[in-house]
């Protein structure tokens, strides 16, 4: 039977890299929440939101890998579970008012996310792209 949703891996793709964009965008924001205005509230709440939205796109980056059967799934999940450990620990480190601290966290962060999307996820896609 023809599937009235058919796998379209290049839509995927396309799908996982809006978010890398919306998640890169989310830190800018947190980076440049002083130049902004943005008081501690609003940092926490762009804060929390990053941390679900992160936790939402990891899940489903990890799903496509068990639907593709990935070899390096958990070696890409570990790193997964890093990033979220570490945005956590952001994210508590706000709270306590430490914000300079919070916010070299945040740059750390952004630098490697951008390495996890140049290396992990990239190998991803371009194993998704071959199937
Ligand atoms: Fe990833």
Same mark, same amino acid.
């Given at each position: 039977?023809?599937? *009235? ?6 839509? @995927?793709?396309?799908?996982? *890299? $809006?978010?890398? #964009?919306? =998640? ?5 924001? /947190?980076?440049? !929440? ?5 008081? $501690? ?18 899940? &489903?980056? +990890? ?5 593709? $059967? ?8 570990? +790193?997964?579970?890093?990033?979220? @450990? =570490?945005? *956590?620990?952001?994210?508590? %480190?706000?709270?306590?008012? =430490? %914000?300079? +601290?919070?916010?070299? &966290? %945040? =740059?750390?962060? #952004? !630098?490697? /996310?951008?390495?996890?999307?140049? &290396?992990?996820?990239? *190998? /991803?896609?371009?194993?998704? !792209? #071959? #199937?």
């Amino acid at each position: 039977m023809r599937s *009235e949703y058919p796998n379209k891996p290049h839509e @995927d793709l396309d799908s996982i *890299e $809006a978010e890398h #964009r919306v =998640q890169v965008g989310m830190i800018d924001a /947190l980076l440049n !929440a002083d130049a902004n205005g943005l008081d $501690a509230t609003a940092v926490d709440e762009i804060l929390l939101r990053l941390l679900e939205y992160t936790r939402l796109h990891f899940l &489903s980056e +990890e799903l496509l890998m068990r639907l593709h $059967a990935y070899e390096h799934h958990d070696e890409h999940v570990f +790193e997964h579970r890093r990033m979220l @450990d =570490q945005l *956590e620990e952001i994210r508590k %480190v706000q709270q306590s008012g =430490q %914000v300079d +601290e919070a916010g070299m &966290s %945040v =740059q750390r962060l #952004r !630098a490697r /996310l951008l390495g996890h999307i140049h &290396s992990h996820d990239a *190998e /991803l896609s371009h194993f998704i !792209a #071959r #199937r």
